[in-house]
């Protein structure tokens, strides 16, 4: 998939997993939709749930980053874009359709994009330099009255003046979403007798929305049993909202009829009961499924569930677990040193900063190593392991004769051979730049290019709050190197 294509793909995780804090603006949406889904990311990171949600999300992705540095990466030609930094710049995000089809290819919607103003800056920067490197897959298109982009032929992002991102499959659908949202063309604020309108209505303050009518039974098997439930429907509403401290799940069918609405809340207190009766071991989820509560008024019939916030958490973070979906969490201790390629000659913990403390020129830390041995040639390599929470910074090393006399031989961090480090700018570091740890354990190592004898080699770290961070450093003589067929 290329760049642009995630681009426009990067809330979609979030989505899948994470309800979020939201109140739906039926002026963004047109006036003929026929379903709809809300978010907003902005309240998701002040929400109890959202803040458990994207804690357990954000270890999960640590636990990745230091299996694999480039996890957690968008790589945009020579620039490496953090993906949840990048996401964190999404504010809202809200997706509907005028009509159902059986071929994704026939339905068409939109997908309107709020953030901040970084956001449109780099999802343009990127939409442009598609047509670059990539013309034959993003094409800019001129005939539009706003800065607009074509994806592989079948999407349309678009930049218009106002302070969204718009995305859709024909040119039509993408000028009446921009029309909607400035105003000019008929939204469901507008129009609150349709079906969706209503009910977008009662969704109220909620996490997450969802709400559609009920698609025409051409989309299923004929008088299967999907189109036999569908038919008792006319329309739904999913909700999920905050109440703190508990999280409120809140779902609304409306049915096609007086009849068919006594059906629905027959079968829908039915599965309640069965599922408040099943047996688990599972304490937590039998106490949120009996939590469940089922109305009727007039043709509505509405389920509503109510369960502590951090405790859903729990429960998401166990499940997820017991899936495979997640790893376990994992001891807070460092992996273990690897074995040196050389002679250790020395090998220290991080434990001079106080807690919480961020690298700064205040950490800078000086480690010197006495009387070591070095040859013409020899390979020098600075090593580190961190734990999830911890840092790993190199700034340079300095060696001199052991005597003292002579000026030193001086390594900048950022030019050696690095492995699992990233180089990163620093006004406090020397020459304004050291190495930082993009995973669980990394190298750094050169060669001396000095005259044999005996060497103080001073390395300048940035200190870490206790047990955190160990850092050594090898030496390995180019006559410690088997010659080629030797046993």
């Not at 069965?274 to 599972?282: C, G, K, P």
């Not at 450093?473 to 080629?484: E, I, K, Q």
């Amino acid at each position: 998939m290329n760049n642009l294509s995630r681009l426009a793909l990067l809330p979609l995780p979030l989505l899948m997993l994470c309800p979020v804090h939201a109140d739906i603006n039926p002026s963004n949406i047109a006036a003929d939709a026929q379903w709809v889904v809300a978010i907003d990311l902005n309240d998701l990171r002040n929400s109890t749930l959202g803040k458990g949600l994207m804690d357990m999300a954000q270890k999960q992705m640590a636990i990745e980053t230091a299996r694999n540095p480039q996890a957690a990466d968008l790589v945009v030609g020579n620039i490496r874009i953090n993906y949840q930094k990048f996401s964190e710049m999404v504010g809202s995000v809200t997706a509907y359709g005028s009509n159902f089809s059986p071929d994704p290819k026939q339905m068409d919607g939109a997908l309107v994009f709020q953030g901040t103003p970084d956001l449109r800056k780099i999802a343009e920067a990127l939409a442009l330099q598609g047509t670059l490197v990539a013309p034959d897959k993003v094409k800019e298109l001129k005939d539009l009255p706003f800065a607009a982009y074509e994806l592989g032929g079948e999407l349309i992002v678009a930049f218009p003046p106002e302070p969204v991102i718009i995305i859709s499959k024909s040119k039509a659908r993408l000028l009446k979403a921009h029309d909607v949202v400035r105003g000019a063309a008929p939204s469901l604020a507008k129009a609150p007798a349709t079906p969706l309108g209503a009910l977008l209505a009662k969704s109220g303050h909620s996490f997450l929305v969802a709400a559609s009518v009920v698609p025409p039974n051409n989309l299923f098997t004929a008088d299967g049993p999907q189109t036999r439930i569908l038919q008792l429907m006319s329309s739904g509403m999913f909700a999920v909202g905050e109440e703190e401290p508990r999280t409120v799940t809140h779902m609304q069918l409306v049915g096609s009829s007086d009849e068919s609405a006594d059906k629905l809340l027959k079968i829908i207190q039915g599965m309640v009961a069965m599922m408040s009766l099943a047996e688990s071991t599972d304490k937590q989820l039998a106490e949120f499924l009996q939590s469940a509560t089922v109305e009727k008024q007039g043709r509505t019939v509405s389920v509503q569930l109510a369960y502590s916030s951090d405790r859903v958490v729990q429960m998401v973070q166990s499940t997820a677990q017991q899936l495979g979906k997640i790893a376990p969490p994992a001891p807070n201790v460092p992996p273990p040193m690897p074995v040196a390629a050389g002679k250790v000659v020395a090998e220290w913990s991080l434990g001079q900063a106080p807690a919480g403390a961020q690298p700064g020129a205040a950490l800078l830390a000086d480690h010197t190593i006495e009387n070591v041995s070095l040859v013409n040639g020899a390979t020098i390599t600075l090593t580190a392991r961190r734990d999830l929470t911890g840092n790993a910074i190199f700034d340079c090393v300095d060696i001199l004769p052991a005597s003292g006399a002579g000026s030193p031989l001086h390594f900048e961090a950022e030019n050696m051979r690095l492995q699992r480090y990233r180089v990163q700018d620093a006004p406090y570091a020397s020459r304004g730049k050291f190495i930082s740890l993009n995973g669980s354990i990394g190298s750094a190592q050169f060669d001396f290019p000095g005259e044999d004898g005996n060497y103080r080699i001073n390395v300048r770290y940035v200190e870490q709050v206790p047990g955190k961070t160990t850092m050594s450093v090898t030496v390995r003589n180019p006559d410690a190197v088997p010659a080629l067929g030797a046993k």
